[in-house]
């Protein structure tokens, strides 16, 4: 079983930064898809960014790109994801997520692709 656990969250105004973390833990092997997750009030989870441990490829939504990085430590089993030049807009719940892809095909940027979730960590953007 799979357990993840988020950290990093918090209150910060607009341009500022954050880096959040997901400890994970119940798994020892290549072939995992990582992925951070968020949801505003009212709004569908959307996904932000994702990893696949396999081959270390990443993925971003538009939104993003060129402000958030995702990276993990494998040694730690803990997955990163760094926060820049923060806007208003990016206020949600985050969340970490895991699934299994060695055997299937999984969007990475899908939160209904996800086995695995974390229990979020809230993040503030204030203008």
């Known amino acids: 079983q799979v357990q993840l656990v988020e950290s990093g969250g918090g209150s910060v105004q607009a341009g500022g930064s954050l880096r959040l973390s997901c400890a994970a833990s119940?798994?020892?092997?290549?072939?995992?898809?990582m992925g951070w997750f968020r949801q505003a009030p009212g709004k569908e989870r959307e996904g932000v960014a994702a990893?696949?441990?396999?081959?270390?490829?990443?993925y971003y939504r538009d939104s993003v790109k060129g402000r958030f990085t995702i990276s993990r430590d494998s040694a730690k089993n803990t997955l990163y994801l760094q926060m820049n030049s923060l806007k208003p807009e990016d206020t949600a719940m985050y969340y970490c997520?895991?699934?299994?892809?060695?055997?299937?095909?999984?969007?990475?940027?899908?939160?209904?692709?996800?086995?695995?979730w974390g229990q979020g960590t809230q993040v503030t953007v204030s203008s």
């Open positions: 119940g798994y020892t092997y290549p072939g995992y898809y």
């Open positions: 997520a895991a699934v299994y892809g060695g055997s299937r095909f999984v969007e990475a940027l899908d939160p209904g692709d996800y086995v695995y």
């Open positions: 990893l696949y441990t396999g081959r270390g490829s990443t």
